[in-house]
């Protein structure tokens, strides 16, 4: 049992790194495909703002300033229940947005494998703090 509780541990770093790093990789420089993370009903809060459906989270991002993410720290966890195998992911670090200064933000993702076993994004919440 230990060792299929490890294999499960470990694989969910796996994948939650993989999406982290391509998320803030496609937010900072292919704002054009971040769409293609998310589910098509995908729910997203970005600082108080509600965005729903991937094209609608993608035309949000478009508009925003340029960016650089530099992520300092990312949490995984399998959240299972009888259906449907799903990812919280939990990221800290610092943003900068062209023509302002550096702010710490953070950002939590739940993630489920589809059909084809890829995992998308279904709800997304991203915060400045202090």
Known sequence: MANEEQRLIDATCETGTEVVNK???FNDKRRHEIG???IDTAVALWNG???QGNM???KFYQ???TSTHSVTSVDCQPISDDSTMRLLISVEGIVQFE???PQNFSQIFILARQMDSVWKITNDCYRYFE
Do not use: A, K
């Open 23 to 25: 998320f803030y990789r």
């Open 36 to 38: 293609n993370l998310y």
């Open 49 to 51: 703002n509600i965005l």
């Open 99 to 101: 023509g302002m200064g």
């Open 63 to 65: 508009d925003l300033p």
């Open 56 to 58: 609608n989270i993608t």
